[in-house]
């Protein structure tokens, strides 16, 4: 099918007047022969404890454009498109803002890769098609399907932080459905070299539904949640040259998000300190954003000046019943309309150091349950690169910027957040401005003989003020409202280090994260100083032995995640090591393979549990457009298995046993034509 590749490295997209980040891209050259066609690929495969799978791909390349078609339905829990397919075939860099004025849309469940599943079906089609419309017009359209069925299964040991001595147990049965669907259209125009303009919508209706069972040793309690949303966006974007020397851009986006929630408990004593053993609720939120930005850019010598105006409206509606017997039902209202001017200045001082200062002004006015109030916030930033000698950099940031409070975070109502907590009415205020400082380090080092790659960053963030929770222990349930608190400090680091040996035929990979913060929270009005602490560190070891038929691989994981409260003096830590040891190979062009044994060490904080993993997959070329495929998964454990994982937020801690999907064994034909 393929005739030739290009190397673009300069590769700017569809128009050179977009403006578009220039990159490394690489053009795939189709025979003839396959032009104007349908290629296919067809696969499907079945075998012990209910696996099964079917999948396909369908491609038509023509003179102007392209049409592709992906559809899956499998048993196995198994993603049927990868999270940067699923990105671009719903268009996200261009609907979602990148000032986070717009809410973007979260990565949907189906391509949560959650190993913390009993079961799951998942069905999904998708569809992408391009067209040039002439030689400087493109139209692209893309729809993207997904309905996934979930059972889950948790035996919870629930730790309630604020309280010494009070722990229970509960088992959890969930039942899920979720459904989605996305549709994006793009259309792009080149007016003239200088000139491009571009429109995009894209709307996203879905429905998810949760039941869940939970056994205690007093009651039981069905829980059922289901959510109705419906997302709308769409953005032009204009791209020209004024004067012959300023950039100029200019971006009006406006967004529409409605989304629906219906919780009902039903249980066998009376809930939340009430006369009812069954509540309902319903919630609606609505959010309506408009915004248009103008961006003038003009490079002078060694100078690069930038100013951005941006004007932006945003209107925050939520609204809830909780009703059985009594009804209660009341409205908020948060609106903000802002005016922002960003101004940047890039200097080049020399061939080794350049450096960015930034001025950031906001003026915003905020109206909320008839209360009005201006708000005008300064930010600066300021960032200084210096570049040694070869492909090796250092970099310096710093910036202050200043969040103020979401329209959940100062509601005034009883919420049922769960099946044993209500939010009750804030006690932040709307106009509540909680300024953050941000210092950042980063090193590049790249060795160009070697292929060698270093890159690590360093960063300490600093909160005068945060929002967080008072948390209000009851008899069956837990009472929490956000509140503000002084204070709150995390410091990240990460490095990644690829290792390329040039006289032994391996490479080394490493990977360090690390993460510590430190906030306030209440219980009953007293300070509580939390804690958490993550470590991760990932080595790899992957063989590259030339004209080998046999490759292999050794990756160790460790994991530790640490948590403390002053309040009780809790504190817990977890552990994870994770060794596994991979071999991949082939006979000729006939026979692939490849093998995976894992062995996973856990620690709860609580109880210790250890897990040996067998993964293997085979392919045979049988004929020309037939193979022969067999996939194993977690083959040690063709029965239940369990993990351990833990859970925290303001009010518990939960040390869980989790049932996770059985192994399997599949058998199965791939055709293509």
Do not use: C
């Amino acid at each position: 099918m393929i005739e030739g590749i290009d190397l673009l490295t300069s590769y700017s997209g569809f128009a050179t007047a977009s403006g578009s980040m220039k990159g490394i891209a690489l053009n795939l050259k189709t025979k003839d022969s396959y032009k104007n066609k349908w290629i296919m690929d067809f696969e499907a495969a079945g075998g012990i404890n209910n696996s099964f799978r079917f999948h396909s791909n369908s491609f038509k390349f023509f003179k102007k454009g392209n049409f592709a078609v992906i559809s899956d339905y499998n048993t196995i829990a198994k993603t049927p498109i990868s999270r940067e397919d699923y990105n671009e075939m719903r268009i996200v860099s261009e609907v979602d803002s990148d000032n986070g004025e717009f809410k973007s849309i979260e990565t949907p469940t189906f391509l949560n890769p959650n190993a913390f599943i009993k079961d799951k079906k998942n069905a999904f089609i998708g569809m992408n098609y391009t067209s040039l419309i002439g030689k400087r017009s493109k139209v692209t359209f893309s729809n993207v399907f997904n309905k996934a069925t979930i059972i889950e299964e948790n035996a919870r040991l629930q730790t309630n932080i604020g309280e010494s001595e009070s722990r229970f147990s509960f088992l959890e049965n969930k039942t899920a459905s979720y459904s989605l669907n996305n549709s994006a259209l793009k259309w792009e125009f080149n007016k003239s070299k200088t000139t491009f303009i571009s429109y995009v919508a894209g709307f996203t209706p879905n429905a998810d539904e949760d039941d869940q069972d939970l056994l205690r040793a007093t009651n039981q309690l069905d829980y059922t949640k289901s959510d109705t949303n419906f997302n709308f966006a769409h953005v032009v974007k204009v791209q020209t040259t004024l004067f012959k020397t300023i950039n100029y851009k200019a971006i009006a986006r406006h967004s529409f998000d409605d989304n629906r929630q219906k919780v009902a408990l039903f249980s066998q004593q009376n809930l939340f300190g009430s006369t009812l053993d069954t509540i309902n609720q319903n919630q609606n939120n609505k959010e309506i954003n408009f915004s248009v930005s103008n961006v003038f850019t003009k490079a002078q010598k060694s100078n690069i000046f930038s100013l951005k105006i941006n004007f932006l409206s945003h209107q925050s509606r939520f609204s809830t019943a909780v009703f059985q017997n009594d009804t209660t039902d009341i409205t908020l209202k948060l609106e903000r309309q802002s005016m922002q001017t960003n101004f940047s200045w890039l200097k080049n001082w020399d061939s080794k150091l350049q450096s960015i200062l930034g001025f950031n002004t906001t003026a915003t006015n905020s109206h909320f349950q008839g209360s009005q109030n201006v708000l005008t916030r300064y930010e600066p930033n300021f960032s200084l690169m210096y570049n040694f000698k070869g492909i090796n950099k250092i970099t310096f940031n710093y910036s202050l910027d200043h969040q103020v409070p979401t329209l959940n975070q100062v509601q005034q109502t009883d919420i049922i957040v769960d099946f044993q907590t209500v939010a009750k009415p804030s006690l932040v205020d709307f106009n509540q401005v909680l300024p953050k400082n941000s210092f950042s380090l980063q090193f590049l080092s790249v060795n160009p003989k070697s292929q060698s790659v270093l890159f690590s960053t360093l960063s300490y963030d600093t909160e005068q003020n945060s929002i967080s929770n008072n948390t209000k222990y009851n008899t069956d349930f837990i009472e929490t409202g956000a509140i503000t608190t002084r204070n709150r400090k995390s410091v990240k680091a990460l490095a990644l280090y690829d290792l390329k040996l040039r006289r032994v035929p391996f490479s080394i990979k490493t990977t360090l994260f690390y993460l510590k913060s430190i906030g306030l929270s209440q219980f009953d009005g007293d300070d509580n100083q939390f804690v958490t602490q993550n470590l991760t560190n990932r080595l790899q070891l992957i063989s590259n032995f030339r004209k080998s038929d046999i490759q292999f691989g050794v990756d160790y994981n460790f994991i530790q995640r640490m948590v403390a409260q002053s309040i009780s003096n809790f504190s817990n830590t977890s552990q994870n090591h994770q060794i596994t040891v991979s071999v991949r190979g082939k006979n000729k062009t006939k026979l692939k393979w490849d093998a995976g044994f894992t062995m996973d060490n856990q620690d709860s904080g609580f109880a210790t549990n250890k897990l040996f993993f067998l993964n293997a997959n085979v392919q045979y070329v049988a004929d020309k457009n037939w193979k022969l495929v067999f996939n194993g998964n977690n083959m040690l454990n063709l029965n239940q298995t369990t993990l351990l994982s833990n859970t925290l937020n303001s009010s518990f801690f939960t040390e869980s046993r989790v049932s996770i999907r059985p192994g399997y064994l599949m058998l199965g034909v791939n055709y293509s034509l």
